[in-house]
């Protein structure tokens, strides 16, 4: 069955930096759009960023565009996202999707605080 589990999240300073991973299994994941989505505390999921089926398109949400790279690794079946000048405001569980599916894996916390 379809696994994504991700992972990287943390604690890290307003500026900070930090890396996720999304480690996926079940399916044929060079075949697949993929994305990632994110829940600050008290609010409803987010769309973040999407990155074609080859890597070779992605797109942003305005509120990390210039921030946040997403890239992926069609033969590790893994997804990243490498955020940089972290802020406050994305404090979140993070969560990878697959296509246009619901996150299913357990997401990775992060924190942006001082």
């Known amino acids: 069955q379809v696994q994504l589990v991700e992972s990287g999240g943390g604690w890290v300073q307003p500026g900070g930096s930090l890396r996720l991973s999304c480690a996926a299994s079940?399916?044929?994941?060079?075949?697949?759009?993929m994305g990632w989505v994110r829940q600050a505390p008290g609010k409803g999921l987010g769309w973040v960023s999407t990155?074609?089926?080859?890597?070779?398109?992605?797109s942003y949400s305005e509120s990390v565009k210039g921030r946040f790279t997403t890239t992926r690794d069609n033969a590790k079946k893994t997804l990243y996202l490498e955020m940089n000048s972290l802020k406050p405001e994305d404090t979140a569980v993070y969560y990878c999707?697959?296509?246009?599916?619901?996150?299913g894996g357990p997401g990775t916390r992060v924190t942006v605080s001082s």
């Open positions: 999707t697959r296509g246009s599916d619901t996150p």
């Open positions: 079940g399916f044929t994941f060079s075949s697949y759009f």
């Open positions: 990155i074609s089926d080859s890597g070779g398109w992605t």
